[in-house]
């Protein structure tokens, strides 16, 4: 715990500079050329998979540390991994970088919000375990400091920007790689139990996420690629922020399993989703193309 401890939080913040690298006002902006999809896409993540995630648990019934684990994920944003995978497979990845953006602004609010809500209903018994104000804190400082030092960075020297945007992402890889695997070890003996403890449900939880971020834009009448774009920011969480929280500022172990499970099953459910996609488009007439 104590490596989780020093170089979790360092790791996380590595990522969210990198990501304010890549970001602009203009990213925000961009929110009125796409006021639906945005709308649309920010309702589910924000609204509905947090009450399907509760669901899921629920049907469950996993012990109270799991089931706040994976109310952390459901209330983690989208990772900066959709953004290749939607690039991939047709999406609009000009959407994805809105919608990142957004979201990790939103993060501040809704990550403890939402993780303070699940603390109260299933660990009730355990105020040690509670997101504290001063922890909330953290939480924006983790989040949103470095994400707003980095689009500063890209205002001012947009050059070194480019320069370190991949340089970064290796780092935060290679960091984030060594603390999992840190984490892990500590808990080998019962790491089994959490597998087929949470293996199912996160499986679950990625189809399902992965489903609603592409069916329900579509279902409002919201064009392919930027459906294609909202399928991959909800259905790929930041796995790294819920593992962030869940060992640094919970200081639970326990908690952080659901999230390192989906982040290893997220790629393969995320790969097979984007195949579909590509598929089903060759062998169907677009929907946009059917419109009168």
């Known amino acids: 715990m104590a490596l989780a401890g020093v170089f979790l939080p360092i790791a996380l913040a590595i990522i ?11 990213d925000f902006r961009r929110v009125a050329a796409y006021p639906k999809a945005t709308v649309v896409a920010l309702a589910c993540q924000v609204l509905l998979l947090p009450v399907i995630c509760f669901g899921l648990v629920l049907a469950f019934d996993l012990p109270p540390a799991l089931a706040v684990g994976m109310m952390l994920l459901a209330a983690s944003p989208g990772g900066t991994t959709a953004n290749l995978y939607s690039h991939l497979f047709g999406g609009d990845v000009a959407l994805n970088v809105t919608l990142t953006a957004i979201n990790s602004v939103l993060a ?11 603390l109260n209903y299933f660990a009730a018994d355990s105020a040690a375990l509670g997101l504290q104000f001063d922890k909330t804190v953290q939480v924006v400082a983790i989040v949103l400091v470095p994400v707003a030092i980095g689009m500063a960075v890209r205002a001012w020297v947009p050059r070194f920007a480019e320069r370190m945007n991949t340089p970064v992402k290796i780092a935060s890889a290679v960091i984030l790689v060594l603390v999992i695997i840190g984490a892990l070890l500590q808990e080998l003996d019962n790491l089994g139990g959490y597998i087929r403890s949470v293996g199912l449900i996160t499986l679950l939880f990625s189809v399902i996420s992965l489903a609603i971020g592409y069916w329900v834009p579509r279902l409002a009448r919201i064009e392919r690629s930027q459906a294609v774009a909202s399928c991959m920011e909800i259905g790929i969480h930041n796995a790294t922020l819920s ?15 659901p999230a390192a499970t989906y982040g290893v099953l997220m790629f393969f459910t995320a790969a097979a989703a984007g195949f579909l996609l590509r598929s089903s488009r ?8 059917a419109r009168p």
């Open 243 to 257: 593992i962030a929280v869940a060992l640094t500022l919970l200081n639970n172990t326990q908690m952080a399993i």
């Open 16 to 26: 969210m500079f990198g990501l304010g690298l890549s970001l602009t006002i203009a």
């Open 282 to 289: 060759t062998t169907q007439v677009p929907y946009d193309e």
């Open 108 to 118: 501040v609010v809704t990550l403890p919000l939402v993780t303070n809500l699940s």
